[in-house]
């Protein structure tokens, strides 16, 4: 059943899709995919469901858009973790270091929101991870890249690198 709409809400001033967002995001992360649902995000935000249909078209469209900004925080998140590794006397050093750092932040990230993780590439319109425009992927990307311009990676191996490093890394933060 749901309840009244209540002051104090999530939604004021006009900004009901990214505060349906923030709710949303913050639902999937305490209760998981399955709890996600335009009655329960707008009776979260303090709206009707109808008012939510003016910003999403469907709870499809909703869930994307939920799956997308977990990829982005995601990324920040690895981001953050790689611009924080200190620089050492070794440029090889200092590129497996950032390059240990986002893998790092990615399986500590899946392990601090286990819900948010499981999400964050469930809609991506079918496309390869080597298509996506993400920040992770883009990271993961130019570490490779850094790697063998440093002389770590054989450069044939630049351009398979990426996936067999975010497989490897994918398959151990879902399994931790």
């Known amino acids: ?21 923030r709710v949303a995001r913050s639902l999937v ?14 009776e979260l935000a303090g709206v009707t469901p109808a ?34 590794v200190k620089r050492s006397r070794s440029k090889v050093m200092d590129a497996i270091l950032r390059f240990e750092a986002l893998g790092e932040a990615y399986v500590d990230f899946a ?10 590439f469930l809609h991506c319109d079918e496309k390869p991870v080597s298509e996506f425009s993400d ?11 850094e790697l063998a311009e440093v002389g770590h990676l054989d450069r044939k191996m ?11 890394v994918h398959g151990l933060a879902v399994l931790v």
């Open 1 to 21: 059943m749901l309840t009244p709409l209540r002051k104090g809400s999530e939604y004021h001033h006009g900004d009901l899709g990214h505060a349906a967002l």
């Open 29 to 42: 992360d305490r209760e998981g995919w399955n709890a996600l649902g335009i009655r329960r995000v707008a």
């Open 51 to 84: 008012a939510l249909y003016r910003h999403f078209e469907n709870l499809e469209q909703l869930r994307g858009e939920v799956s997308l900004q977990v990829r982005i925080e995601l990324g920040e998140f690895m981001k953050l973790r790689r611009d924080r």
């Open 111 to 120: 392990r601090k929101h286990p819900r948010l993780f499981e999400v964050a």
């Open 135 to 145: 920040l992770s992927w883009e990271l993961l990307q130019e570490s490779i890249k």
């Open 158 to 168: 630049k351009a398979a690198a990426p996936m067999f490093a975010w497989s490897s």
